[in-house]
């Protein structure tokens, strides 16, 4: 792997398990949907959904196997 590579891997990988933690804990707020209002919960949903964007974002700058 080449120092770029290298360099893109470990940017991908210090992104993705923060967002990872983002969405596991929003996804785990979610859980308990019926006890929060209206607009946290959409809120939440929001940062879930924009949290699946980023990770999609991130998958695809994977180079190919």
Same mark, same amino acid.
Not at 16 to 43: C, F, H, I, K, M
Not at 49 to 61: K, Y
């Given at each position: 792997m080449?120092?770029?590579?290298d360099?893109?891997?470990?940017?991908?990988?210090?992104? =993705?398990?923060p %967002?990872?933690?983002l969405?596991a804990?929003?996804q785990? %707020?979610?859980?308990?949907e019926a006890? %929060?209002d209206s607009?946290t919960?959409?809120?939440?949903?929001e940062?879930? =959904?924009?949290?699946?964007?980023?990770r999609?974002m %991130?998958?695809?700058t994977e180079p190919?196997a």
């Amino acid at each position: 792997m080449s120092g770029d590579q290298d360099e893109m891997h470990r940017f991908r990988h210090d992104l =993705a398990n923060p %967002l990872a933690a983002l969405l596991a804990e929003t996804q785990l %707020l979610l859980l308990n949907e019926a006890s %929060l209002d209206s607009e946290t919960v959409r809120g939440l949903r929001e940062i879930e =959904a924009l949290s699946r964007r980023m990770r999609d974002m %991130l998958a695809a700058t994977e180079p190919p196997a």
